[in-house]
């Protein structure tokens, strides 16, 4: 297996069914509204970039996909299937449905009893039954991949930020997902590590895998992305390609939000 | 015939046996007791950390209620309380209940501590990777929940050793039902004592340092099963593999 398994993006376009589609989404924490009616829709291949203020509601949207929130009401669906309508979970197994959508989060959540080979073992072995010495060997080519091969027997604290991260990207991986969510992956990272992150994204987005990435890293999210997503107070402010939206925004707060970012960076 | 009031004359070549058998029921009840005690131990602590109202009370009441009596108090009920209405255990049934309910009160909040210290993000990450609750418990919360749990069980395995001393009030026959035995029939109390406190001290000492061991090749990381074992060898070897093909891609 290598690095994103969709081929290339004139491949997957064709399939034209989208991969996440979501209609009237709401949201709302202890009577708090976070997301307001939110439409989403991502295609195959593409790359979408979620940005905006803190507690704005883009994690939020983004945990609703693969239910690790669960909505008030609106409905789901993924690659044409209803996993989510009116007010309850339609998805009658959400362990596969999971398997299908690989997540990558802020603080990388590694097992941390285990190495890094075994971390990206383990669902290959559990959930998706694979018998152990091909998970081993997925685990280790995968690791390869992310450039860790001599990190294969660490444990996760003997390993800098940058490192979980990338053991944490090779884990979501491993089940050969449709689509990669990422949760501010380098936000808990110095420069650095940042930087080596951030290649093994690009690597991923030319393989052709679709992502949907939550981020702070205005430029970087500008370089990648096919389509960019500004949220604000629950609500979608602005949408379309990178040109339009971070070159080029049309909405006030966009303008506000790009202005802040970049006198403060 | 032993004029000089010395400290050791007891003959303790005659008591070896009764010393011996002392020590293996010392020991058994140590097993017995910390067998049980690590199960209602664990079962109490799930119960104690479900979202059921209905199952978690129980459960607090049973660690509170018996965290906060003594020991010596359940052993006297099992064993003579019970006894007065029709319920008849012999020495080790009641020794060994008592200690399990006892222990298992501790082992519980130790347990409990031990599974809400695991970071709530593991168990989202177990999810999102598409694993069940079930998997996510044994594969993921649960070691390192042990992990956390082994100082403090280690613990209280030496305790409970120790506290099997208490069960010379039912006469169980252990060590120290042995040793007041051997001092009423010598008359040599100090002497007794202080030889038995040597005999635990001499199981209890290597007891928590085997412990301490453990934690610590656990607490590194080391393989606890063999399964994981050879999982760990194979990964290296493929590794060492990888690397030799390599260095050898790299000469003409």
Not at chain 1, 161 to 177: N, S
Not at chain 2, 40 to 56: C, F, K, P, T
Request: glycine share 8%.
């Amino acid at each position: 297996m290598t690095i994103g398994r969709a081929e290339t993006k004139g491949q997957t376009v064709n399939n034209a069914r989208p991969v996440v589609e979501i209609k009237s989404l709401v949201k709302s924490f202890a009577g708090r509204i976070v997301l307001d009616t939110v439409d989403f829709q991502v295609e195959p291949g593409n790359i979408v970039s979620i940005i905006g203020r803190s507690g704005g509601g883009k994690t939020t949207l983004m945990r609703c996909i693969n239910l690790l929130e669960q909505p008030d009401s609106g409905t789901i669906t993924l690659q044409g299937e209803p996993v989510f309508a009116g007010r309850k979970t339609v998805c009658k197994d959400l362990a596969k449905l999971r398997q299908r959508v690989g997540m990558v989060f802020q603080r990388f959540y590694l097992f941390p009893h285990l190495t890094a080979v075994e971390n990206v073992m383990l669902a290959q072995m559990k959930g998706l039954k694979i018998p152990e010495t091909k998970a081993l060997h997925t685990a280790l080519e995968l690791l390869a991949e992310v450039g860790l091969s001599h990190r294969a027997l660490a444990f996760p604290e003997q390993m800098s930020g940058g490192e979980q991260q990338r053991v944490a990207i090779a884990r979501a991986l491993a089940l050969g997902p449709s689509l990669l969510l990422f949760d501010e992956p380098t936000s808990a990272l110095d420069p650095e590590s940042t930087r080596d992150v951030l290649a093994v994204m690009r690597r991923l987005a030319r393989s052709g895998m679709t992502m949907v990435i939550v981020t702070h890293e205005v430029p970087f999210a500008r370089e990648i992305s096919d389509q960019i997503v500004f949220i604000d107070g629950g609500h979608i402010i602005e949408q379309g390609p990178p040109s339009e939206v971070i070159d080029n925004p049309s909405e006030e707060r966009t303008k506000a939000f790009l202005r802040s970012y970049n006198s403060n960076s | 015939m032993n004029p000089a009031p010395g400290l050791f004359q007891v003959p303790w070549q005659e008591y070896v046996p009764a010393l011996a058998d002392g020590l293996l029921r010392s020991l058994g009840y140590t097993a017995a007791g910390f067998a049980g005690a690590v199960v209602i131990g664990l079962g109490v602590a799930l119960l104690r950390i479900s979202s059921r109202r209905l199952l978690r009370i129980p459960a607090a009441i049973y660690t509170e209620l018996f965290k906060n009596i003594p020991l010596l108090a359940i052993i006297f009920i099992t064993y003579f309380g019970l006894a007065s209405i029709g319920i008849r255990l012999d020495a080790f049934q009641a020794g060994t209940l008592s200690l399990v309910i006892f222990y298992g009160a501790y082992l519980s909040e130790i347990f409990r501590a031990a599974l809400l210290g695991v970071h709530a993000g593991q168990r989202e990450a177990g999810q999102a990777l598409g694993l069940g609750p079930t998997v996510t418990f044994t594969g993921i919360i649960f070691p390192q929940a042990l992990r956390l749990a082994l100082p403090g069980t280690g613990t209280m395995l030496v305790d409970l050793l120790k506290s099997t001393s208490l069960l010379v009030v039912i006469s169980a026959a252990e060590l120290m039902s042995q040793a007041q035995l051997i001092a009423s029939e010598t008359f040599r109390a100090l002497e007794v004592y202080i030889v038995i406190s040597a005999i635990y001290f001499v199981v209890c000492y290597p007891l928590s340092q085997v412990v301490l061991r453990l934690e610590r090749r656990v607490q590194a990381g080391a393989p606890l099963s063999l399964r994981r074992y050879r999982r760990l060898a194979q990964a290296r070897a493929l590794l060492a593999a990888a690397e030799t093909a390599s260095y050898s891609e790299v000469k003409p």
